[in-house]
């Protein structure tokens, strides 16, 4: 018969005279085996109004419509039910996960079920587990509730744990490092995250509200079908729109579980090649390797496999550039070998002798070191190779001066590599001091004083490389202060202004900064997107990455992205 509307007094008492609640199917349905045992509870009540059930340890019983089943193979073990009828409480979800696969009975998106189980709050989300009875007694039905991000200031996802979603807003992909590994996927409202340290007017609470984390309804680690990735991989900056799923919590972050296919947009597509650098004569590149190692099974490549992999991608990024002079981090600390292997094959696809390299006076004692490479009929070295004995560097960096084949005016690149922002053996001062830098920002900081004087004493300073520091943080305004400037934040829109991501959010880790007698040089300079917009399995490696998304391109040739710039020096012909 058909449902009329009730008063939530005249539900609870249908409720317990029928086994049944308003909006959830009629009496007939009511009288299958099982639906004549009442509800005990709403799911509201097994909620509460806070982050965790105020009945814990409770059996209980509660009737709802399933909005998502996740039950089968390597899924949750179990489906989502939502009360279609709900309280008058913004402070308690109408929904709940039941922690039960098809050995209790295999349900389906619209049934409406009675469910008997302890409630619990298993690694922060609430439950009903072990379950000891589910009845299908009918159908229903669950509209989505509408949410727009950013959430409201101090205000959780919690009162929504469990509830079918849609978010209707245009969600932009902001970090997808776990994408392969777990099938997760965060997206944003308001565009991509920035670093609060890469740039002013950015806050960390402010990001925290406007993420979303979507997950793939499994908590199996490499799946074989990584979702996003058809028909082509996403690409952080993508977007999607009308997203519906159930809202789920577990591994310590809320997580939408998608009832319907999410769709991304091609918003932010692959850079076919590095965006213009201005009528330049000599162009530079800084360019970050992730771990070229020619002993494997070190840092970079574990097999011969891994390694033809990894210097096919490194090649096509350094065709692609074709830069005059390139500063390259991150390349094994083994004398000319890593350096040799990587010009000679990339020397094949582009010329016999079109690249050579600068030998390092002092690549310290680090297991990586910097290095450069330069095209000799285009640029030749002036004077010896200088790096710095400072005690604080362990990758010294690397200076080089040059002048056009042609004659002119010298140039002197200096490439780096400063401390990780790692905590590894970091105490006291150097120690994570909460303001957003990381650990050893001090030992950055004498890092890039020891650089301003090398600066200051070779003529037309180019500052390049991985500083490991953001574009508002000490070590960068250190060397302003030495009177060398970023030309990436002088030429790029600051919303293309990034290099790398971290924990989902973007920002400037790469840098290229010129002394002033050099600024008036420079034409041009921008940061090729191929590497930090990719997922990580789109990589080299062979362990988990599904082996039909490899291809021997410069996408995903390292974690990150290469910066260009162009310079037009006078003199010569």
Same mark, same amino acid.
């Given at each position: 018969?058909?449902?009329?509307?009730?008063?939530?007094?005249?539900?609870?008492?249908?409720? *317990?005279?029928?086994? +049944?609640? $308003?909006?959830?199917? @009629?009496?007939?349905?009511? #009288?299958? %085996?099982?639906? !004549?045992? &009442?509800?005990?509870?709403?799911?509201?009540?097994?909620?509460?109004?806070?982050?965790?059930?105020?009945?814990?340890?409770?059996?209980?019983?509660?009737?709802?419509?399933?909005?998502?089943?996740?039950?089968?193979?390597?899924?949750?073990?179990?489906?989502?039910?939502?009360?279609?009828?709900?309280?008058?409480?913004?402070?308690?979800?109408?929904?709940?996960?039941?922690?039960?696969?098809?050995?209790?009975?295999?349900?389906?998106?619209?049934?409406?079920?009675?469910?008997?189980?302890?409630?619990?709050?298993?690694?922060?989300?609430?439950? *009903?587990?072990?379950? +000891?009875? $589910?009845?299908?007694? @009918?159908?229903?039905?669950? #509209?989505? %509730?509408?949410? !727009?991000? &950013?959430?409201?200031?101090?205000?959780?996802?919690?009162?929504?744990?469990?509830?079918?979603?849609?978010?209707?807003?245009?969600?932009?992909?902001?970090?997808?490092?776990?994408?392969?590994?777990?099938?997760?996927?965060?997206?944003?409202?308001?565009?991509?995250?920035?670093?609060?340290?890469?740039?002013?007017?950015?806050?960390?609470?402010?990001?925290?509200?406007?993420?979303?984390?979507?997950?793939?309804?499994?908590?199996?680690?490499?799946?074989?079908?990584?979702?996003?990735?058809?028909?082509?991989?996403?690409?952080?900056?993508?977007?999607?729109?009308?997203? +519906?799923? $159930?809202?789920?919590? @577990?591994?310590?972050?809320?997580?939408?579980?998608?009832?319907?296919?999410?769709?991304?947009?091609?918003?932010?597509?692959?850079?076919?090649?590095?965006?213009?650098?201005?009528?330049?004569?000599?162009?530079?590149?800084?360019?970050?390797?992730?771990?070229?190692?020619?002993?494997?099974?070190?840092?970079?490549?574990?097999?011969?496999?891994?390694?033809?992999?990894?210097?096919?991608?490194?090649?096509?990024?350094?065709?692609?550039?074709?830069?005059?002079?390139?500063?390259?981090?991150?390349?094994?600390?083994?004398?000319?070998?890593?350096?040799?292997?990587?010009?000679?094959?990339?020397?094949?696809?582009?010329?016999?002798?079109?690249?050579?390299?600068?030998?390092?006076?002092?690549?310290?004692?680090?297991?990586?070191?910097?290095?450069?490479?330069?095209?000799?009929?285009?640029?030749?070295?002036?004077?010896?190779?200088?790096?710095?004995?400072?005690?604080?560097?362990?990758?010294?960096?690397?200076?080089?001066?040059?002048?056009?084949?042609?004659?002119?005016?010298?140039?002197?690149?200096?490439?780096?590599?400063?401390?990780?922002?790692?905590?590894?053996?970091?105490?006291?001062?150097?120690?994570?001091?909460?303001?957003?830098?990381?650990?050893?920002?001090?030992?950055?900081?004498?890092?890039?004083?020891?650089?301003?004087?090398?600066?200051?004493?070779?003529?037309?300073?180019?500052?390049?490389?991985?500083?490991?520091?953001?574009?508002?943080?000490?070590?960068?305004?250190?060397?302003?202060?030495?009177?060398?400037?970023?030309?990436?934040?002088?030429?790029?829109?600051?919303?293309?202004?990034?290099?790398?991501?971290?924990?989902?959010?973007?920002?400037?880790?790469?840098?290229?900064?010129?002394?002033?007698?050099?600024?008036?040089?420079?034409?041009?300079?921008?940061?090729?997107?191929?590497?930090?917009?990719?997922?990580?399995?789109?990589?080299?490696?062979?362990?988990?990455?599904?082996?039909?998304?490899?291809?021997?391109?410069?996408?995903?040739?390292?974690?990150?992205?290469?910066?260009?710039?162009?310079?037009?020096?006078?003199?010569?012909?």
């Amino acid at each position: 018969m058909p449902n009329t509307p009730r008063t939530r007094t005249a539900v609870a008492t249908a409720a *317990l005279a029928a086994g +049944t609640l $308003v909006g959830l199917g @009629g009496a007939a349905e009511a #009288a299958q %085996t099982g639906c !004549d045992t &009442p509800a005990t509870h709403r799911i509201a009540q097994v909620q509460g109004p806070g982050e965790a059930t105020p009945l814990n340890g409770s059996t209980v019983r509660v009737e709802g419509v399933v909005t998502a089943d996740f039950q089968r193979g390597d899924q949750l073990g179990g489906f989502f039910v939502q009360d279609p009828d709900p309280d008058d409480d913004p402070a308690t979800s109408e929904g709940l996960f039941v922690f039960a696969g098809t050995s209790r009975g295999d349900v389906k998106v619209g049934d409406r079920v009675l469910v008997t189980g302890r409630a619990i709050e298993f690694n922060g989300l609430t439950e *009903l587990s072990p379950v +000891t009875a $589910v009845d299908v007694c @009918g159908t229903g039905a669950v #509209a989505p %509730t509408a949410y !727009d991000l &950013p959430r409201p200031e101090g205000v959780s996802f919690e009162p929504h744990e469990g509830m079918l979603l849609t978010f209707p807003e245009r969600l932009t992909a902001t970090e997808h490092y776990q994408l392969g590994r777990y099938g997760e996927l965060t997206v944003s409202a308001q565009g991509r995250l920035f670093q609060p340290t890469d740039r002013p007017g950015v806050s960390q609470e402010a990001n925290d509200r406007r993420r979303l984390l979507i997950d793939d309804g499994s908590n199996r680690q490499n799946p074989p079908n990584v979702p996003f990735t058809s028909p082509e991989p996403v690409r952080l900056g993508d977007t999607v729109r009308g997203l +519906t799923g $159930v809202l789920g919590y @577990g591994f310590g972050q809320y997580r939408l579980q998608p009832t319907a296919q999410a769709t991304f947009e091609r918003t932010n597509p692959r850079p076919a090649a590095p965006g213009p650098v201005g009528p330049a004569n000599v162009k530079v590149a800084s360019f970050n390797t992730l771990n070229w190692f020619t002993t494997l099974d070190r840092r970079g490549a574990d097999s011969p496999e891994e390694q033809e992999r990894q210097l096919t991608k490194l090649v096509a990024a350094l065709k692609g550039l074709d830069a005059d002079v390139v500063g390259l981090m991150e390349v094994e600390n083994n004398g000319d070998t890593a350096v040799k292997a990587l010009v000679d094959r990339l020397n094949a696809e582009v010329g016999a002798g079109t690249y050579s390299w600068i030998r390092h006076p002092n690549p310290g004692t680090d297991e990586i070191h910097v290095t450069l490479i330069y095209k000799p009929g285009e640029v030749e070295p002036v004077g010896a190779p200088r790096s710095s004995t400072d005690e604080n560097f362990d990758r010294p960096p690397l200076a080089q001066t040059f002048r056009r084949v042609s004659g002119g005016e010298p140039f002197t690149v200096i490439v780096n590599h400063f401390k990780s922002k790692g905590c590894d053996g970091a105490t006291g001062e150097e120690a994570d001091q909460g303001d957003g830098q990381g650990c050893w920002n001090p030992k950055r900081v004498r890092q890039a004083r020891a650089v301003a004087a090398l600066a200051a004493d070779v003529p037309h300073p180019l500052v390049i490389g991985d500083l490991n520091a953001y574009g508002t943080e000490d070590p960068i305004r250190t060397l302003e202060k030495a009177g060398l400037h970023s030309q990436t934040e002088r030429f790029v829109p600051a919303h293309r202004r990034y290099s790398y991501v971290f924990d989902g959010q973007s920002g400037e880790l790469d840098h290229v900064l010129a002394g002033r007698s050099l600024a008036r040089r420079v034409t041009g300079a921008t940061i090729w997107h191929i590497n930090a917009d990719e997922p990580l399995i789109l990589d080299y490696n062979t362990e988990y990455n599904p082996p039909s998304l490899y291809k021997p391109d410069a996408y995903r040739s390292s974690d990150h992205d290469p910066v260009l710039i162009g310079l037009r020096l006078h003199g010569g012909h």
